[in-house]
């Protein structure tokens, strides 16, 4: 994996605040951010945080932040974004009373899966989204533990895309999120490494 510089990233709705620290990318989200399209809540929010690079097919991005997520629908992980109709986030979203994993993939509205990992709070965790041709394999782990699966999804071959962290809190000010690490390579191949039939 190449490692993506802070400053040679697009801001997508740049945030209050982003300061480098060290190797670090310390930012603060602003009050009422989110990205959702419609389902189930009816609203559509297109105003989330999101340092992003070119991510064509057969290339993967990682992405590291600490997971101190403790306002209720705070969030953090990796965007990866067409337009406002056409992307997915994957990361950690402080929801229903626990740490959560999980993806929202959204092709003119949204989905949304999630899974508990209250073990995972105050820890480094890394979402890695692999392009395919026609999907997205997204993976993620807490420090230096196994790769989880977290989703497979359709993702267009032929759109050109970009990845890297994003952050958003919906119902709070001064959330503060640490990046520790924003990375590019080639995607994975395999869907279930290491496995036999």
């Known amino acids: 994996m190449r490692r993506v510089a802070w400053g040679d ?51 993967a991005v990682e992405v590291r932040f600490v997971a101190d997520l403790t306002g209720r629908f705070d969030q953090a992980g990796a965007l990866v974004w067409v337009d406002e109709q056409r992307w997915t986030k994957a990361g950690c979203e402080q929801s229903d009373g626990a740490l959560q994993m999980g993806a929202v993939v959204t092709g003119r509205v949204s989905d949304w899966s999630v899974a508990p990992v209250p073990e995972w709070a105050g820890r480094q965790v890394t979402v890695r989204a692999s392009r395919g041709a026609d999907a997205l394999i997204v993976r993620a782990r807490v420090d230096d533990e196994p790769w989880r699966l977290i989703r497979l999804s359709p993702f267009p071959g032929d759109a050109a895309a970009s990845a890297g962290p994003y952050f958003c809190a919906p119902e709070r000010e001064g959330l503060q999120v640490r990046f520790t690490g924003f990375a590019v390579g080639p995607a994975d191949t395999e869907i279930h490494p290491g496995e036999t039939a």
Do not use: E, I, K
């Open 9 to 59: 990233a697009t801001w997508l709705n740049p945030p209050p605040a982003a300061t480098v620290d060290g190797a670090d990318l310390v930012v603060t989200a602003g009050a009422g951010t989110d990205l959702w399209r419609t389902t189930a809540y009816g609203f559509v929010h297109n105003n989330g945080h999101a340092l992003l690079t070119p991510l064509p097919v057969g290339t």
